[in-house]
C-alpha cells in the first residue's frame, strides 16, 4: 500500500493500515530480529521508496509513523523512519528536494549541528547518502553529502559509523520551535521503537514461561516469574498511553504536547531496558545465545535509549519544565460532555467555602447541601432512582475533581458507589423506595464490613454466619478493618450463608444492617493515617429479612457488582496526588535553588520521575474509563492503574521528605506549612493505597492471569 488514503480515512486507520505496510516489507526484507546481525538496508529502503513511507512528514502522519516505528522496533530494525519524517517537514520550502527525498535519490539520516565536518553515532549510515543537520536553537539546517563513513563496532547492530561531510548541497530556514520540535520527534522516535523492541521481546517471554517447564510445572506458575512479567506488561501499556497521549495533543496543536512527549521519552528510557532485561530473566539461558531474537532485541533497545541523549532538548527534562515554567501535567480529555462536566463542576467547588480536608476531617454540612441541590450524589443512577444516568466518563471527573479539591465527601461518595449502585442492580422495590432519598441525600453513611481475622479480603473465606430464624436471620462473627464504623448509620456487611456452598463464594449474602441494632459492638483502633477504623462483633445480631440485598447467596455478585466502579474511585486517589504534586510544584517555584538545585540534579530527576508515574496512572485510567463507555468492559488497564498508583503514592510521600527536608513533615495543625500538611498525611496514608482494595500483589497476579499465564 501507499499512503495515500481517502480524505475520511482517520489518523487511527491509517496508522493501523500502515503498520501492516510494514510489517509485511518487513516480512520480505528483515524477517526476524536476528537479521540485524548481517542483514543490510538496502532493499528495505528501496521498498520504502516505492511504498510512499517517506511521505508520511508532508502528510504530517505522527500517528502512522509511530505505528511503523514499533514495527520496526519489533523486529530490531534501524530504519530512519522519523528521521525522513522530520526531514520532509524541514525541507517543505524546498519541493525539489521532498521529491528527492520521496524518489530514494537522497537518503537523509538527521543529526544536531555540531560545527565538525565529522559526526559520530550515526545509525545507518551505509545506505544513507546524506546528514541533514539541525540549529538545535534555530538558524540554517545544512544539508550535507556522506563522503566517507567508518564503522564503529559495539552495542548497536548493524554498527553506528562516524561519518565525513562534504560542502552542503542545499540550506534552509529552521526556526527554533521547528527545530525544538524536530528533536523532540527525534527522541519521541527512538523512544518509541525501544518500547516496541522490548514489548516484543517480552510478549516472547510471556509464552516461554506458559510452555517452559522446570520442576514439574510451567515456569509461568510460580510466582516470582508472573508478578516480573506482569510488571513489565504495566510498563509497556503505560509507554503505550504516553506515546497516544503525546501524538493526541500534537494533532490538537495544544501548547503541552512537547511535554507529553518527554513524558513519554522519560519513561521509555526507564522502562524499555527494564521490560528487557526481565525478558532476559524469564528466558535465562535460552534468550542468551544469538541463535534466539532476545539479543538482537537488547541491542536495539539499548542502541536506541543511548542515543535519545544526541537530540537534547532546551527545555530540559520534563522536571526542568516543571520547576521553570508554570507549566502543569498536560491534560487528559475523557470526552466533550465529560469535561464540560467538569468545567461546571469546577466553577462550583470554587464557590464552595472551606471545603479543603486533610486526614478524614468531618463532612462540611455545606459543601453536602450543594451537592444534594444539584443531584449530584447519585447522578449515575437511572432516572427512575433519582439520578440522571451520568455516563462512566462524567462519574470519573467527579471522582478526581473532589479528590484534586480535597472536598470532604469521601463517605458519601462510598456509599453511593457502593451501596446504592447495589440497591439500584440488586434491590427489592421497596429497598429502593426507603434508602436511596437517603442515599441522594447524604444521610446513610456505611461502613465496610468485609475483612476478617482469618480472611482480610479474601472473602470467599469469610466466616461471619447468617443463619435463618423464622422470618430473619441471626448473625454471628467479626469484622476488622471497619473504617469509620464509629461514624456510620449502616453497616454493608458480607456474611456466609452456606458453609457448605462450592465453590465458597457461591455461599455469600449480603445485608445492610443499621450500626446501632442490638448485639453489635465497636472497638475503636488508630491507623497510621489517624483514621478510626474499627473491630466490630456481632453477637447474635437479629434483622428482618428485607436487610439482605440480593438473592440468598447471591452476595457475591452483589459485591463484585458494587466493585465495578473501581476505576472511577480511583480517579478521586489520581486526583488527589494531583494536587499534591502541584502543591509541591507551588513550593519549589519559591525557591528553586535551594529545594531541588541545578539541572541534572537527583532532586529534579526525582521530579521528573513523579511526573512520569503519576501521568501514566491518569492515562491508564482514562484508557479504562474510555473502553468502559465504548462499552468494552473492564480491562486490564484498572489493576494497572492501581499498581502504579499504590506506588506512586508511597513514592511521593517518600520524595516530598528528600525534595523539601523535615518542613515536609509537618501537619496540617502547623501555620502556614507547605501543601497545607498534605504532604505528610499524604505519606502515612499511602500504605493503603497499596495493601487497599486488593493488594498489588493481587492486583499483578490479576495482570498475569490475564496475559494467559498458568496458576
Not at 141 to 166: D, N, Y
Not at 198 to 227: N, W, Y
Not at 280 to 296: C, D, K, L, V
Request: with cysteine; hydrophobic share 45%; glycine share 10%.
Amino acid at each position: 500500500m501507499t499512503t495515500t488514503t481517502p480524505a475520511q480515512t482517520t489518523g487511527d486507520e491509517l496508522a493501523t493500515m500502515f503498520g501492516e505496510s510494514v510489517r509485511g516489507v518487513l516480512a520480505q526484507h528483515w524477517p526476524s530480529p536476528t537479521a540485524a546481525e548481517k542483514t543490510a538496508l538496502d532493499p528495505l529502503w528501496q521498498s520504502a521508496v516505492e511504498l510512499g513511507w517517506l511521505g508520511l512528514g508532508s502528510e504530517d502522519a505522527l500517528e502512522a509513523t509511530l505505528a511503523g516505528l514499533a514495527e520496526l522496533g519489533r523486529s530490531a530494525c534501524p530504519f530512519p523512519l522519523m528521521d525522513g519524517y522530520v526531514a520532509a517537514r524541514l525541507l517543505a520550502e524546498r519541493p525539489d528536494l521532498v521529491d528527492n527525498l520521496m524518489a530514494g535519490t537522497l537518503r537523509v539520516v538527521v543529526a544536531v549541528e555540531s560545527g565538525s565536518d565529522a559526526v559520530r553515532w550515526v545509525e545507518a549510515a551505509p545506505s544513507a547518502t546524506h546528514l541533514l543537520l539541525v540549529p538545535a536553537e534555530g538558524g540554517e539546517a545544512a544539508l550535507r553529502p556522506i563522503t566517507s563513513r567508518e564503522t564503529t563496532p559495539g552495542l548497536a547492530a548493524p554498527t553506528w559509523s562516524t561519518v565525513t561531510l562534504g560542502t552542503p548541497e542545499a540550506r534552509v530556514s529552521v526556526s527554533r520551535a521547528a527545530a525544538q520540535e524536530a528533536l523532540a520527534l527525534l527522541r519521541l522516535g527512538l523512544a518509541a521503537r525501544a518500547m516496541a523492541a522490548a514489548a516484543r521481546a517480552h510478549e516472547m517471554a510471556v509464552e516461554h514461561a506458559k510452555v517452559r517447564h522446570q520442576f514439574g510445572k510451567p515456569i509461568g506458575s510460580f510466582q516470582a516469574v508472573s508478578q516480573r512479567l506482569a510488571s513489565c506488561e504495566i510498563d509497556i501499556t503505560a509507554g503505550q498511553r504516553l506515546v497516544a497521549e503525546a501524538v493526541r495533543l500534537r494533532t490538537a496543536a495544544h501548547s503541552s504536547w512537547m511535554l507529553a512527549s518527554e513524558l513519554a521519552v522519560a519513561q521509555a528510557l526507564v522502562a524499555a531496558p527494564r521490560v528487557q532485561l526481565g525478558a532476559h530473566h524469564t528466558f535465562a539461558a535460552i534468550g542468551y545465545f544469538e541463535e534466539h531474537s532476545a539479543p538482537w532485541l537488547f541491542r536495539r533497545v539499548h542502541a536506541d535509549v543511548t542515543r535519545v541523549s544526541q537530540f537534547p532538548l532546551a527545555a530540559g527534562e520534563p522536571g526542568d519544565v516543571l520547576v521553570e515554567t508554570n507549566a502543569t501535567l498536560p491534560p487528559l480529555d475523557l470526552g466533550e460532555t465529560a469535561e464540560a462536566f467538569r468545567a461546571d463542576l469546577r466553577a462550583l467547588l470554587a464557590r464552595l467555602p472551606d471545603q479543603q480536608t486533610i486526614g478524614g476531617h468531618p463532612t462540611n454540612p455545606a459543601v453536602v447541601e450543594a451537592m444534594v441541590e444539584r443531584d449530584l450524589f447519585g447522578f449515575a443512577w437511572p432516572p427512575a432512582f433519582g439520578g440522571r444516568a451520568a455516563s462512566v466518563p462524567e462519574q470519573m471527573v467527579f471522582n478526581e475533581e473532589i479528590g484534586y479539591h480535597r472536598t470532604p465527601i469521601g463517605t458519601i461518595m462510598g456509599t453511593v458507589e457502593i451501596v446504592g449502585n447495589a440497591i439500584v442492580r440488586h434491590g427489592t422495590p421497596e429497598q429502593r423506595a426507603r434508602f436511596l432519598p437517603l442515599i441522594r441525600r447524604g444521610e446513610l453513611r456505611m461502613c465496610l464490613g468485609y475483612s476478617e481475622p482469618e480472611a482480610g479480603s479474601d472473602l470467599a473465606s469469610l466466616r461471619t454466619r447468617a443463619e435463618r430464624d423464622g422470618d430473619g436471620w441471626v448473625i454471628n462473627g467479626q469484622k476488622l478493618w471497619t473504617t469509620g464504623g464509629h461514624l456510620a448509620t449502616h453497616v454493608w456487611l458480607a456474611t456466609r450463608t452456606n458453609p457448605d456452598a462450592k465453590p465458597p463464594h457461591a455461599g455469600i449474602t449480603v445485608f445492610l444492617i443499621p450500626m446501632s441494632t442490638p448485639g453489635i459492638t465497636i472497638q475503636q483502633h488508630r491507623a497510621l493515617s489517624g483514621e478510626i477504623s474499627c473491630t466490630v462483633f456481632y453477637d447474635n445480631v437479629r434483622v428482618p429479612d428485607d436487610a439482605r440485598i440480593g438473592e440468598v447467596d447471591g452476595g457475591w455478585k452483589v459485591i463484585t457488582d458494587a466493585l465495578a466502579s473501581e476505576r472511577v474511585v480511583m480517579g478521586g486517589i489520581s486526583g488527589s496526588i494531583l494536587r499534591q504534586f502541584d502543591d509541591l510544584l507551588a513550593v519549589i517555584r519559591r525557591d528553586p535553588e535551594d529545594t531541588v538545585g541545578p539541572r541534572g540534579s537527583a532532586k529534579r530527576r526525582r521530579l521528573t520521575q513523579l511526573a512520569i508515574q503519576l501521568q501514566a496512572n491518569r492515562a491508564l485510567l482514562n484508557a479504562a474509563v474510555q473502553a468502559t463507555a465504548a462499552g468494552g468492559g473492564v480491562r486490564s488497564e484498572t489493576p494497572m492503574a492501581k499498581v502504579i498508583g499504590g506506588e506512586l503514592a508511597e513514592d511521593f510521600g517518600e520524595a516530598t521528605l528528600e525534595i523539601l527536608g523535615p518542613v515536609a513533615a509537618l501537619s496540617s495543625e502547623v501555620p502556614g506549612v507547605p501543601g497545607g500538611g498534605a504532604f505528610e498525611y499524604g505519606l502515612r496514608l499511602s500504605i493503603m493505597y497499596v495493601v487497599g482494595g486488593g493488594t498489588n500483589d493481587i492486583q499483578r497476579t490479576l495482570i498475569a492471569r490475564g496475559l494467559g499465564l498458568p496458576r
